[in-house]
């Protein structure tokens, strides 16, 4: 181990010299004990689990929620073991323990980091109630592909935005007083009753994987690591996170898990992370499956050497760490910080006070206030791509018969999502129930469910489903994926709606009702072949819990949809790679250079095809764009500026813009900020979110909406991989998504 030799906890502070007394009493074995986690999750312990526990050969369990069986692990450990050290006790809640919130990407869609921390908060308070004290979550690797299944546990495809989200997750989670100024004055804590440690993950450049397939190798080169894909794993490092996991994959040539230069260099010795590295689910092991090691005791040799303190689910550290540290192979204080970071947090944790949780502290029934945040979350996450002739809201008045048809409209499961160890399907509302319910005496709703899976290719009922639509003064639609088909290990070539669904959309349009397509699904979808076809579409990702009442207000009018993409559509899967902060090569595409394949003169020489980057059969334009989301109303943005025209280093602008509700309805709107760099030492996207604000206005209600952007805000790491702020001319664009063109610039000037 290299830098970890130093102790991350300093000796005169309370935790420090309570650490060091007890470290001070452990073996080595014991030491080794605590880097080990064990799964366990069978509500039941096995012999052999409890003689390693009494042996102190395990520092954590993860995957065992039975409270009881965690009490007596807990028990074993601190009453059985020699030294009695509590254990910490993981689990992936990630969107949600019981209560079930949206998809983090549809969390994401909210653009709501205070909504974000709330359902955080209300899923630790659920997971602690079963005795964990440590998930991990967020996820914030940044998502650029959505064939990606894991896309659906991200925030996306900007590091602006998962920064803000994830650091707002990481309080929900831990408690507001974590990595806060005020240190212990403030808020909750991760001592207190109802937090729970987090776990920022995967570090790092796991969601860049090729092609879109989970695992696959990440290539990515350092300076677009470091300008996007680790900043959210600095902001959750600012935000106090307890923890890092680090990705299965391999970043240039050598796998995250015996990482130096990702954990050694940047995280610890540029970022000064003093928490917990924990290995992703036997990725220590994995290293010689990669190649990168011959054998398991090569892979614990460059795990550890790297600075990983804890194997998850794997024995390389328990079968040969002594060994390596015997023979001079590890340096003895590398494993004493590692168990120092480890006991730290336990710690912190309060579980030396008392590892025990209340048997009785689990809700028996369903709690109101976190179904509340449930349903608040669903409704801000669903994001309308598309609502002609005023499709959407539906009128009680004007539609006495609604058609509801589709796989989707009544799974208690699918509208869950992925991740849901946890999640009780029971507690499930469905669009139907709360459609029926919402429509009350005055509107007869009909349903045909039509497919009996989103994947199916059985079109035998559609002709039925088609006279239903035919019945009926509005069709809605419920479509897209099954939650199977998303998630870890559920990546997908073709991102198309799965199975007949695009041929039901087509029967559907031919009947001549208003059909609203409402889309359940874990990534951005390729809706090419249905766009056209549909009037509205309202994309509400899989919502959790409380998806019907909240897309029965939306679809009834109740609530005006608010939701923003937090990643770009394409209109086809080949575009993929395609985000809305590229870079702009010297070719850039505009719309006189493009051709499309239809069009081509077969006259014309053929070298004359534009010479831009675009391609012939999809132009380069996404079929949304990232930040995009209508609303029932509308909003009129004018008149950008800024408060100087020039900044210097160390000093700020203010960007503003007015923003008025030019239509009917009261709704939320959340206005963009986006920067571009004209000239860099490397060279800089073609825009940037800096900043979003969410305003609430009534009709025909005006408002400036201002953005303070410090110098540093616009640093950037350049050739030689460290930060800097250039002088040089700026855009800035505010708007409603990130195509908006109300446009000011700026100057960043060296200081006088
Ligand atoms: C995933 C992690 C997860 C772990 C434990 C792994 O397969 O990549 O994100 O936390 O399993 O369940």
Redesign the pocket.
């Known amino acids: 181990m290299t830098r970890s030799k130093a102790s991350p906890v300093h000796a005169a502070d309370p935790i420090g010299r309570r650490v060091g007394a007890l470290l001070a009493e452990m073996t080595l074995h014991e030491k080794i004990g605590q880097m080990s986690q064990v799964n366990g999750g069978e509500s039941y312990i096995h012999d052999y689990l409890a003689e390693a526990l009494r042996a102190g050969r395990v520092g954590s369990v993860?995957?065992e929620v039975n409270v009881d069986t965690v009490n007596e692990l807990q028990r074993i450990a601190v009453e059985e073991s020699r030294l009695g050290i509590p254990l910490l006790i993981g689990r992936?809640v990630i969107h949600g323990f019981r209560t079930i919130f949206p998809i983090p990407l549809g969390q994401a869609a909210s653009w709501n980091p205070q909504l974000a921390a709330e359902c955080a908060a209300v899923a630790a308070r659920e997971a602690a109630a079963a005795g964990i004290n440590w998930t991990?979550a967020p996820?914030i690797d940044i998502a650029r592909d959505p064939r990606w299944g894991r896309i659906a546990e991200s925030l996306g495809e900007d590091p602006q935005l998962a920064s803000v989200l994830g650091a707002a997750m990481v309080r929900g989670y831990q408690g507001d007083r974590e990595g806060s100024e005020h240190g212990a004055e403030h808020g909750a804590g991760l001592s207190d009753a109802g937090t729970i440690a987090a776990c920022a993950?995967?570090f790092a450049g796991y969601g860049a994987a090729e092609s879109g397939r989970d695992y696959a190798t990440a290539n990515v080169p350092e300076n677009e690591l470091r300008n996007v894909h680790l900043r959210p794993f600095r902001a959750a490092v600012d935000a106090g996170v307890a923890t890092l996991?680090t990705s299965?994959s391999e970043v240039d040539g050598v796998p995250a898990t015996a990482n130096e230069f990702l954990l050694d260099t940047v995280l610890r010795g540029e970022w000064n992370f003093e928490g917990l590295v924990v290995s992703?689910?036997d990725s220590i092991r994995q290293l010689s499956i990669h190649g990168l090691t011959a054998d398991d005791r090569g892979s614990a040799l460059e795990a550890a050497r790297a600075g990983v303190d804890m194997e998850?689910h794997g024995d390389a550290y328990l079968c040969h760490l002594a060994q390596l540290v015997e023979e001079g192979e590890i340096d003895p204080a590398g494993i004493d910080a590692a168990v120092t970071r480890i006991l730290a947090l336990k710690f912190r944790l309060g579980l030396f006070e008392n590892p025990y949780t209340d048997p009785g502290a689990f809700p028996a029934a369903a709690d109101e206030q976190a179904l509340a945040t449930a349903k608040r979350a669903a409704l801000q996450s669903a994001v309308l791509l598309k609502n002609e002739c005023k499709a959407l809201p539906l009128s009680t008045e004007a539609t006495r018969t609604l058609a509801v048809i589709g796989p989707l409209a009544d799974a208690p499961h699918d509208q869950l999502g992925t991740w849901i160890f946890d999640g009780d399907e029971d507690l499930s509302v469905t669009p139907l129930q709360a459609i029926r319910e919402q429509a009350g005496e005055e509107v007869d709703v009909r349903y045909l469910r039509a497919m009996d899976t989103s994947r199916s290719r059985d079109t035998a009922v559609f002709d039925e489903a088609a006279a239903l639509a035919a019945d009926a003064d509005a069709v809605l639609l419920f479509l897209g994926e099954e939650a199977i088909l998303s998630g870890?290990a559920h990546s997908r070539a073709d991102i198309g709606l799965p199975g007949a669904q695009s041929e039901l959309v087509a029967r559907m349009s031919e009947v001549g009702k208003p059909v609203i397509a409402v889309i359940l699904a874990g990534r951005p979808l390729t809706l090419s072949d249905i766009v056209d076809r549909v009037d509205a579409i309202l994309y509400a990702w899989h919502p959790g819990t409380m998806a019907g009442p909240a897309l029965a207000d939306l679809l009834f009018g109740v609530e005006s949809p608010c939701g923003k993409l937090p990643a770009t559509f394409p209109r086809m899967v080949g575009q993929v790679p395609i985000y809305y902060n590229h870079k702009n090569t010297g070719k850039p595409p505009s719309p006189d250079t493009v051709v499309h394949i239809d069009d081509i003169d077969p006259s014309a020489p053929q070298l004359s095809l534009g010479m831009t980057a675009f391609h012939l059969d999809a132009g380069y334009t996404p079929l949304f764009p990232f930040g995009h989301g209508l609303s029932y109303t509308t909003f009129d943005y004018q008149n950008i500026r800024t408060d100087v025209e020039e900044l210097v280093p160390g000093d700020s602008i203010t960007v503003s813009a007015d923003v008025a509700n030019t239509g009917e309805r009261p709704a939320v709107e959340v206005a963009q900020l986006y920067v571009r760099d004209l000239v860099g030492n490397v060279t800089r996207p073609v825009r940037e979110l800096k900043g979003f604000r969410r305003l609430r206005l009534e009709p025909g209600e005006r408002t400036t909406v201002s953005f303070v952007l410090r110098a540093e805000d616009l640093a950037f790491y350049g050739r030689d991989m460290r930060l800097r702020t250039e002088p040089g001319e700026f855009h800035a664009w505010i708007g409603g998504s990130s195509a908006t063109e109300l446009q000011a610039a700026f100057r960043l000037v060296e200081s006088a």
């Open positions: 993860l995957n992936d991990f996820m993950k995967h996991m299965f992703d689910w998850m870890e």
